[in-house]
């Protein structure tokens, strides 16, 4: 969007379906150089669509979760 030259990379994303949070790694994209903003073809997209409803994930992690209300923290 700002001009800036996309540089092909794998990034790690984050992808939040409802209360649901899935973590993708190695996936393709590009960077902008000039701003830093991240863009994934469709096709990847697309995959990640797929894994989410039919893959089988290669392992599991615990995510820490922490409410800023809860604790007192204005």
């Known amino acids: 969007v700002c001009g800036g030259e996309l540089r092909p990379t ?8 409802g209360t649901n949070f899935y973590l993708f790694q190695n ?9 830093g903003e991240v863009w994934i073809e469709e096709a990847t997209l697309q995959k990640i669509d797929w894994l989410i409803r039919e ?19 204005k």
């Open 27 to 35: 996936v393709p994209a590009q960077v902008c150089s000039a701003c």
């Open 55 to 73: 893959g089988e994930p290669i392992r599991k992690v615990e995510t820490p979760v922490y409410d800023l209300a809860v604790a007192g923290v």
């Open 10 to 17: 794998a990034i790690t994303h984050e992808e939040r379906r």
